[in-house]
């Protein structure tokens, strides 16, 4: 008996995409496909010896979500404001940051666009 795709419960032919999942045939395009799988590699090293492993998307996500309260720095969440000294209406923006402290969170939004008046901590 030939095989059909369970999905629209076609015969296969043969020259059409499938994929083997569970010991069964589906088309390729019956089905909704989520890549999951990464491949980790070390851009330090040459390529024979730059392979890690591999993960997948359960293993990404914030430090603080992974790891325990004294594996990692905290950072605290701040309000910096800033203008553009190149333009002449000079309007006062501001952003929120993730920093260690207000010196690093001033240093990261400083640049020759911005021009920071004030860092507040924001809980
Ligand atoms: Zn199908």
Redesign the pocket.
Known sequence: MMKK?P??D?TFREFEDIVEVEYKY??E??LEIVPIRYCAYNPNEDSEDSFIGQFDNDDKSWVSDMMDDGDFLEEKRFKVSFTNPLTASNPVESIDIFALDEDEAKERISSEYRQVLTVKLVN
């Open positions: 795709c999905i629209c076609k589906y088309h395009d019956c």
